[in-house]
């Protein structure tokens, strides 16, 4: 198996479990999907936004869905700079957008922390994939399923 940017197998812990759909025009609504391991957005945020400064540059903010992630600050410190949090209840749920300063910006698909690793690892390969063109409700991991483990449905 390949150690590029679109595989998960054999990372360390501070890695984010991220698949991306390859750099270039967009197709579909997200740009890949994440897997954070809790719902502590600042504890998550730093390995994800270092991965995708590579894509985005400079990462200006994140937009998230209000009821997503419990009582995030309003700003966070990602490798000395600082980065804007802002709550919409507009955003989809079990979304997270990142933005640089260039206003490039890439769109995920949140994958709960506690769902199955078999249901994550569908999610993240369905929403990586450049032939899906659907919306994030349209995937695996927003459509309903419930976790493996849990009662409680993932977002939609």
């Known amino acids: ?24 025009p967009a197709t579909g609504h997200v740009d890949g999907a ?30 998230y869905h209000l009821g997503d992630w419990p009582d995030p600050p309003r700003r966070v410190t990602c490798d000395g700079s ?6 919409f209840r507009s955003q989809p749920s079990g979304s997270l957008t990142v933005i640089g300063w260039g206003r ?4 995920l698909l949140v ?4 769902t ?18 659907g919306h994030s409700t349209d ?3 927003a ?3 419930t976790p493996t483990g849990s009662g409680a449905p993932l977002p939609s």
Request: charged share 20%; aromatic share 2%; proline share 12%.
């Open 139 to 141: 995937l695996p991991a």
């Open 82 to 87: 600082g980065v804007r949090l802002e709550g």
């Open 34 to 63: 994440w897997w954070p391991r809790t719902r502590e957005l600042t504890a998550e945020l730093p390995a994800l936004l270092a991965v995708l400064a590579a894509r985005l540059g400079r990462v200006d903010r994140v937009t």
């Open 111 to 114: 994958v709960p922390p506690e």
């Open 104 to 107: 490039h910006r890439t769109t």
């Open 1 to 24: 198996m390949s150690s590029g940017p679109n595989t998960l197998a054999a990372q360390p812990v501070t890695e984010p479990r991220l698949r991306l759909k390859p750099a270039g």
């Open 116 to 133: 199955s690793p078999d249901a994550a690892q569908q999610a993240l390969t369905a929403a990586a994939d450049p032939e899906n063109t």
């Open 143 to 145: 459509n309903g399923q």
